[in-house]
């Protein structure tokens, strides 16, 4: 009996190089995406808690303009019953929106007047899990990358009702403050770089005015 042995092609190294290469091809580029796809979660995730955060800071002036409303404050001119009162700081315009963790209410501390200063910068209460503001961070809070700051100006009318022109900080003279523009402004770090978006608001003291105050 005669045995005949068929020679085959076998994979040669070439061969087994090229494919090793290509599957570790294909596992570099389903990481890179996997790592694109939670960059960029993470970045829509900063951006959605960076709004949020802006938009909390013209609610709090909305929330105190309210509760004067609610304790009859209606004066445009007598501070002590003011419709705008702890929102307005002589002539400076800037303050942080500082929340009573105890009492859940709101007051503006215009101590810190931009966002390289601690009180800028957004911190949060491991045990209650808020987001909150001080002049001074103090433990157990946790610095986050977050800073904020809010700008309030005055939008003053003159004795005619016409709207005065330009951002000030309070009313001169005989102009009547009609309403405040409120810029909330957040700042944080993503990936390496120093973004920012600013939520801006006009609120107006029209319940109580009997002049047809416009934006």
């Known amino acids: 009996m005669k045995l005949y042995f068929v020679k085959k092609p076998g994979i040669g190294l070439i061969e087994a190089i090229a494919a090793i290469?290509?599957?570790i091809t294909g596992i570099i580029s389903v990481v890179a995406l996997a790592q694109s796809n939670l960059a960029y979660?993470?970045?829509v995730?900063?951006?959605m808690t960076a709004t949020n955060l802006a938009r909390e800071g013209v609610e709090v002036v909305r929330s105190i303009r309210d509760s004067n409303w609610l304790k009859g404050k209606t004066a445009d001119?007598?501070?002590?019953?003011?419709?705008?009162?702890g929102l307005e700081f002589d002539s400076d315009p800037t303050a942080i929106p500082v929340l009573n963790i105890t009492s859940l209410i709101w007051t503006l501390n215009p101590a810190v007047d931009n966002m390289n200063e601690e009180g800028a910068k957004i911190t949060r209460h491991p045990a209650k899990n808020l987001y909150r503001q001080r002049?001074?961070?103090v433990p157990p809070d946790t610095?986050?990358?977050?800073?904020?700051?809010l700008t309030l100006y005055a939008i003053c009318y003159d004795a005619l009702g016409n709207k005065v022109a330009g951002d000030q900080a309070q009313c001169t003279g005989t102009n009547i403050k009609g309403g405040i523009k409120v810029i909330s402004r957040v700042e944080?770090?993503?990936a390496g770089r120093r973004l920012s978006i600013e939520v801006e608001e006009w609120l107006y003291n029209w319940r109580f005015s009997n002049k047809p105050y416009e934006p």
């Open 21 to 23: 290469g290509i599957l």
């Open 41 to 43: 979660s993470q970045g």
């Open 45 to 47: 995730e900063a951006r």
């Open 77 to 85: 001119t007598n501070l002590a019953n003011a419709w705008d009162e």
């Open 135 to 137: 002049p001074n961070i």
């Open 143 to 149: 610095i986050t990358t977050y800073s904020r700051l």
């Open 188 to 190: 944080w770090e993503e």
